[in-house]
């Protein structure tokens, strides 16, 4: 944590009103919230609280004035921010100054790395501090932070609590955080409001008043509490080998190396490339699940994409069994898009990066429909697993209007909907309450039972234990990973 901040005017906190206000996205029947009414005074800590879909991130967007105007939906009520001052507070900054901040704000969510470092090889939890950090520089009066723990690990969500913590103390902003889970903000928070996703408060009060739950109304609206009991994990028997990596060295191939450069790594060869420091050795096998976990930036989702063909090796050997690879190569990096479908399934950290569809329904059919099955073959998978993860309601809706964690599930949803052997996860289960957590946790200890294999790049241990998973811990320092 830095010892001192850097000097310039100090915004004064904001005082927030919402009145019976609600938003629409254009083309959806339903609000994504309405008839929601709180205040919140200046300086006040708020933990905001919901089920899944109850419009926790659209109040936030909605308090940050970027929903957008009538042609991305529609708003009724009122949405006030008083002394709004503060943000033009942050323009002209003297060159000094600002260099002071961005040194400052970056060392107080423990972002260590070169200014010139490009964005793009950040890992989604250095991203997410990068993110906090550009906040922090504007010295802002009201503070809004959606997930900002998402992707990290336990250090680091420590850590960027601590920093949000060190502002508050010294600028006495006001805080509107949302979170599904409660204990990294719970004694920094004076007040939590829990959203109902039927509209309006369903909670407000002091934290421990309302995270009783005496009543039960949380509970039975997924929302998660500080007691949440997590599943036992089924025993399953491992079936015939998958996947194998052996000495597996990975890590971000140049964009300009050649093709045939590339074709030389698929096949065993080395390719030149910024490797990550460990190597793997592992076994993926029939019903088997394997969490790769460690700090943020490690290299998780680097491996994940590996394994899932979606990159090439850049040293070692990957070589897929018979079982796995069919009539095809046994590198899977060199297999084509059709290959993978029924083979390997992945879910990227980022959901958007893999929608194609105007409709949730439509996302869904893509791979089914590129497998060429018969219709009622694929309005069937659809509607299984529209059902299994609660999205049934969201068919007709666009994929980009989604909650976060709907967005979550939509995007495994995608990948189990072609019925790969082998599924490549990448945190998936951010943004769940507790209802939808354990509707994915049921889904993919289902597929274990079927003898599909699960390799989940996470720092959701609670998920880890509750399908099975062996663990594979990565580290930087370290050089080889068994």
């Known amino acids: 944590m830095p010892d001192m901040e850097p000097a310039g005017?100090?915004?004064?906190?904001?005082?927030?009103?919402?009145?019976?206000?609600?938003?629409?996205?254009?083309?959806?029947?339903?609000?994504?919230?309405?008839?929601?009414?709180?205040?919140?005074?200046?300086?006040?800590?708020?933990?905001?609280?919901?089920?899944?879909?109850?419009?926790?991130?659209?109040?936030?967007?909605?308090?940050?004035?970027?929903?957008?105007?009538?042609?991305?939906?529609?708003?009724?009520?009122?949405?006030?921010?008083?002394?709004?001052?503060?943000?033009?507070?942050?323009?002209?900054?003297?060159?000094?100054?600002?260099?002071?901040?961005?040194?400052?704000?970056?060392?107080?969510?423990?972002?260590?790395?070169?200014?010139?470092?490009?964005?793009?090889?950040?890992?989604?939890?250095?991203?997410?501090?990068?993110?906090?950090?550009?906040?922090?520089?504007?010295?802002?009066?009201?503070?809004?932070?959606?997930?900002?723990?998402?992707?990290?690990?336990?250090?680091?969500?420590?850590?960027?609590?601590?920093?949000?913590?060190?502002?508050?103390?010294?600028?006495?902003?006001?805080?509107?955080?949302?979170?599904?889970?409660?204990?990294?903000?719970?004694?920094?928070?004076?007040?939590?409001?829990?959203?109902?996703?039927?509209?309006?408060?369903?909670?407000?009060?002091?934290?421990?008043?309302?995270?009783?739950?005496?009543?039960?109304?949380?509970?039975?609206?997924?929302?998660?509490?500080?007691?949440?009991?997590?599943?036992?994990?089924?025993?399953?028997?491992?079936?015939?080998?998958l996947l194998e990596a052996r000495s597996l060295a990975v890590g971000r191939a140049p964009l300009f190396a050649g093709r045939r450069a590339r074709r030389r790594a698929e096949r065993g060869g080395e390719l030149v490339g910024h490797a990550l420091p460990f190597r793997a050795d592992l076994t993926i096998a029939e019903g088997s699940a394997l969490a790769l976990t460690g700090p943020s930036g490690v290299g998780k989702s680097t491996l994940a994409l590996t394994l899932g063909g979606l990159l090439p090796p850049l040293g070692g050997e990957l070589t897929a069994a018979p079982a796995l690879a069919g009539r095809a190569a046994s590198a899977p990096a060199v297999w084509r898009s059709r290959e993978l479908l029924t083979r390997i399934g992945t879910v990227f950290q980022n959901p958007e990066h893999q929608f194609i569809a105007a409709s949730v329904r439509d996302e869904l059919a893509a791979g089914p429909r590129a497998l060429a099955l018969a219709p009622e073959e694929t309005a069937a998978r659809v509607e299984q697993l529209l059902d299994a993860l609660g999205l049934s309601a969201l068919a007709d809706a666009n994929p980009f209007t989604l909650s976060g964690g709907q967005k979550r599930r939509l995007s495994v949803a995608t990948a189990l909907a072609t019925r790969p052997r082998l599924l490549v996860l990448d945190e998936p289960t951010y943004g769940q309450d507790a209802t939808t957590w354990r509707r994915l946790v049921d889904l993919i200890a289902g597929l274990r039972d079927e003898g599909h294999a699960v390799v989940a790049a996470t720092h959701d241990a609670e998920f880890a234990a509750a399908i099975g998973a062996d663990e594979l811990p990565l580290a930087v320092a370290r050089e080889a990973v068994a």
């Open 9 to 241: 005017p100090q915004p004064a906190p904001v005082a927030v009103h919402v009145g019976d206000w609600g938003w629409r996205h254009a083309g959806r029947a339903a609000w994504a919230v309405r008839g929601l009414s709180l205040s919140i005074e200046p300086g006040e800590r708020v933990l905001l609280l919901g089920a899944s879909g109850a419009g926790k991130s659209t109040l936030l967007a909605g308090l940050a004035g970027v929903l957008g105007g009538d042609d991305d939906g529609e708003a009724e009520g009122d949405l006030r921010l008083d002394d709004v001052a503060f943000a033009g507070e942050n323009l002209g900054v003297p060159r000094d100054e600002l260099w002071s901040r961005v040194r400052w704000s970056l060392d107080a969510v423990g972002l260590d790395l070169p200014l010139d470092r490009s964005t793009a090889q950040l890992s989604g939890g250095q991203k997410q501090r990068l993110a906090l950090a550009g906040l922090l520089a504007m010295r802002p009066g009201l503070l809004l932070l959606d997930e900002p723990t998402a992707n990290l690990d336990p250090d680091g969500a420590r850590e960027v609590r601590d920093a949000v913590a060190a502002v508050l103390a010294r600028t006495g902003a006001t805080l509107i955080v949302v979170e599904h889970r409660v204990a990294v903000w719970r004694e920094l928070v004076d007040r939590v409001i829990v959203l109902d996703a039927a509209g309006g408060v369903l909670a407000d009060g002091a934290p421990d008043a309302v995270l009783a739950d005496t009543a039960g109304r949380l509970r039975d609206a997924g929302v998660w509490l500080p007691d949440e009991p997590v599943p036992t994990a089924r025993p399953v028997a491992a079936g015939a080998s």
